[in-house]
């Protein structure tokens, strides 16, 4: 079904190329892997990454023993038709060390630049629930137990509203801040990942897009 898409790419010598695996909902590059003819096919065909080992010399359906799948979303090849990404909605962490990504050794960092996310906020939330460092107030949180994080929770819920009654932007931008913060706290108590809400959210964009067009019909 694929052969024609497949034989306009330029394999290496060895009749590899390579493969950037990028998570579909934060842009982050999870991996670069390599592919031949048989596993880009096969990724094709089942919608789910499978690399060639270089070291093996064998095929690689990646969480075939972890359980860590990677669900392609889309496949694009650069403008010499020699090299692939990848994005996928993953399943689990990327990485065999059981990082989210294989790329967190960091070698350079410009200090002016913030490379701030949710997910690594998440990440750090997370760390404090599992590694409990003395003082810290996430810690705290986690110490005390779901019922105070979830009044906590509602606490902030205040807040904001109180700060968007005001019609002050700079409050209102602060308190959903400290509400931001302590839902991922909740989160993580719970067992949520950004993931899920993600898939949650994208799934009712799913289901309003097919209701607009079955009301247009």
Known sequence: M???IIKELKFDDKGLIPAVVQDFF??????????????LSITLEEKMTCFFSRSRQELWRKGETSGNRQHIVS??????????????????????????????????????????SIDALYDLIKGRKTQMQEGSYTTYLFTKGLDKIMKKVGEECTEVIIGAAKNSKEETIYEISDLAYHILVLMVEMGISV??????????????HKVKQETMQ
């Open 2 to 4: 694929y052969e024609e």
């Open 75 to 116: 496949i694009k090849t650069d403008c010499d038709k020699d090299a692939l990404v990848v994005k996928v909605i993953k399943d689990g962490p990327a990485c065999h060390t059981g990082a989210e990504s294989c790329f967190f050794n960091l070698l350079y960092k410009d200090n002016d630049k913030t490379d701030f």
């Open 195 to 208: 993931d899920d809400i993600r898939k949650e959210l994208d799934s009712r964009h799913v289901i309003d």
């Open 26 to 39: 934060t842009g982050e590059v999870l991996t670069v892997a390599y592919m031949n003819a048989e596993s």
